[in-house]
């Protein structure tokens, strides 16, 4: 499937949608340039959400960042999931569409958790069939976002980003790069978080998250509760600097915080946007 990307959400900052600020930000929109939102949320057929979601679309671009797709799984992908989210798309017309490479479901049970793939030739032959079956429907090009892992699979046989480049270049799907979980699993694995990002290629780099993480020990838990910690700050600006500016998001998913700190570390993304912006120029 080849695709010519457009880019109708700038390469600035946005921030996550939560049901948590829907009141502020009807009554006071906030000055970012685009939202994120899980489409999943609004598959019910009508109710106050979809009429929420349908004034911030009347003011800002959109981009659906998917959870329930279960890319890397054996199970069939589930239809009728896909067909509302298409249903959405089409009424929406989000920016990008985005999911994560992973499997969330076996034997039809399914778990309330993103799952690492083995990273091998056959696990990258399955899930780029299950991304242009997913992309056939949908009639557009998905984003696949890199996950935080906990485990890793003895069988793998090639790196991470390697394994990403490869589902992008066969697939034509582009690529939504999570800088924290690069640097999360980087601290766990003991692996060197630029090798991944060197391995990507930028024209598949669509869109980048930032979030925050909690730390147990010597492990990092990729919690989305927290500000982006400088070293997480650190390298974006190396990936925004290697890739060129992109659309970044804000991710914050729990102990929501006041929708101006959301808004305050848009602009730090901001800030470092402009700045690889004037000295590329």
């Not at 790069?177 to 991944?196: Q, R």
């Not at 930028?202 to 500000?227: C, K, N, S, W, Y």
Request: one cysteine or more; hydrophobic letters at 40%; charged letters at 20%.
């Amino acid at each position: 499937m080849s695709v010519h990307y457009s880019a109708p959400i700038p390469a600035q900052a946005g921030i996550g949608l939560r049901s948590h600020h829907f009141r502020e930000i009807l009554d006071a929109p906030p000055p970012v340039a685009w939202m994120e939102t899980h489409p999943e949320n609004y598959f019910g057929d009508g109710g106050a959400s979809l009429r929420v979601l349908e004034r911030i679309r009347s003011q800002y671009q959109l981009s659906f960042h998917g959870v329930g797709l279960s890319l890397g799984s054996t199970d069939p992908i589930d239809h009728t999931h896909l067909h509302k989210l298409k249903g959405l798309i089409d009424h929406f017309e989000p920016a990008f569409v985005s999911e994560h490479l992973s499997w969330s479901s076996v034997g039809g049970r399914s778990f309330n958790d993103l799952l690492p793939l083995p990273y091998t030739q056959e696990s990258l032959d399955h899930v780029c069939a299950r991304i242009d079956e997913v992309q056939t429907v949908l009639k557009r090009p998905l984003l696949i976002e890199n996950i935080t892992r906990y485990l890793t699979w003895q069988d793998s046989t090639m790196p991470e980003g390697v394994f990403m480049a490869e589902a992008a270049r066969t697939t034509g799907c582009g690529i939504l790069l999570d800088i924290n979980n690069v640097y999360v699993n980087a601290v766990n694995f003991g692996l060197d978080p630029l090798e991944v990002l060197r391995a990507i290629p930028a024209r598949a780099v669509q869109e980048m998250h930032l979030a925050g993480f909690d730390r147990f020990g010597r492990m990092l838990i990729d919690t989305h509760g927290q500000p982006v910690y400088p070293e997480v700050w650190n390298l974006y600006r190396w990936a925004i600097h290697h890739f060129g500016p992109r659309p970044t998001l804000i991710e914050w998913d729990t102990n929501l915080p006041p929708l101006a700190v959301l808004v305050e570390q848009a602009t730090q993304a901001d800030a470092i946007l402009k700045e690889c912006h004037v000295a590329a120029s």
